[in-house]
């Protein structure tokens, strides 16, 4: 096997915001450090450094390849069985093969808990094995679930810089939904499955819970290099109780204000929930429904709660679409998309959600579908962009 350097080398990591150097290699990442230290708790810590849309990317003819990682997957406690971290193997857009691993750090967290912390684990290293031995474009998907520090990489033939990045750069923002809780992998995740189809590049700063309209978010989407930029925004308000309506007007428009500041005209769409029964018409907090033993979730929140100035998922759409409207008298590259286009209540009588608030694989493949319609399709506001140009994805080592 030969040994394929990671940094100056032809690997392209995609999909992060920066690299950090360690001790042991490289460690992608989807905020840089400033962002980081802004970072205002454990939970939010855990999802910023997992690796929703990070991959490889390179050139090869060979038949074996080989990736060292040190993995981090949160936890409960120390004894609790950790889930396994799924790998996917991309070879000319198409996934042929996929590596599990269950090893790694732990980092022990619980809302009930005060202070995480890290418990130290092993390696692993994946195999993928048996590819044709032609010249390919190989991508290597990390588990959206895992922080993954990349250790070494090896295959059995020569590896070269990727092709000049296939479309577009899409830039994403969103809550778990977006990030991809309840896939069975990464590929399966709508917005991966979308980079996919419409064969643009993905960076992904989606964060399970945490899509908050912080500006610390915000800062780091004005700085992203982006061709193509959309937010999908509401369902973390509601879930936490975080907002009344009054602070969440002017809380959307300074986290576009920000954005606006790198981005004065890239195309921006934003995009409001999708249907979920329980704070439709209601107010959060969600909880777990206590008269079922399966992990299903319901609101403690009511409809006079709303009427109170608390936040609905049909007031946010009402604020968003308002909001859109009002800024694109003088922004012409703003849109909106109305989440129900996307998954609605016809949809969810079909194909409920997983937890009666996640989707699981048939939901992100159906909202990946009808987003590419909409935002690529030849009327969609993503239609026509100019592709990335033709050197190297830009990478920021720290």
Known sequence: MIEVPLEG???????AIVVDHTAGGSLPRRLGSQARRRVPDDFMRASVGQSAGIRLAFRTAASAIELTVLATKMVENETSGTLPGFY???V???LVQQQASTTGNRFVFSFERPQAYVVDGPADTLRFAGLPMTEKNVEIWLPYTDEVELLSLRADAPVEPPVTPRGIRWLHHGSSISHGYRASHTTATWPVAAALAAGVELTSVAFSGNALLDQLTARTMRDAPADAISLKLGINLVNGDMMRLRVFRTAVHGFLDTI???????????ISPIFCAP???????????PSRAEEWVTTAGSAQDVVEGKLSLRVIRTELERIVRERAESDPAIFYLDGPRLYGPDDAERLPLSDNLHPADDVHRLLADRFVEFAFGAAGPFANQPSCGTGRLPTLWE
């Open 92 to 94: 000319d857009g198409e």
């Open 88 to 90: 996917d193997l991309v």
């Open 260 to 270: 606006r500041d790198g981005h004065p005209s890239t195309p921006l769409l934003m």
């Open 279 to 289: 704070v439709e018409d209601a107010a959060g907090p969600t909880v777990q429904d």
């Open 9 to 15: 080398g032809p690997v392209e990591i995609r999909g």
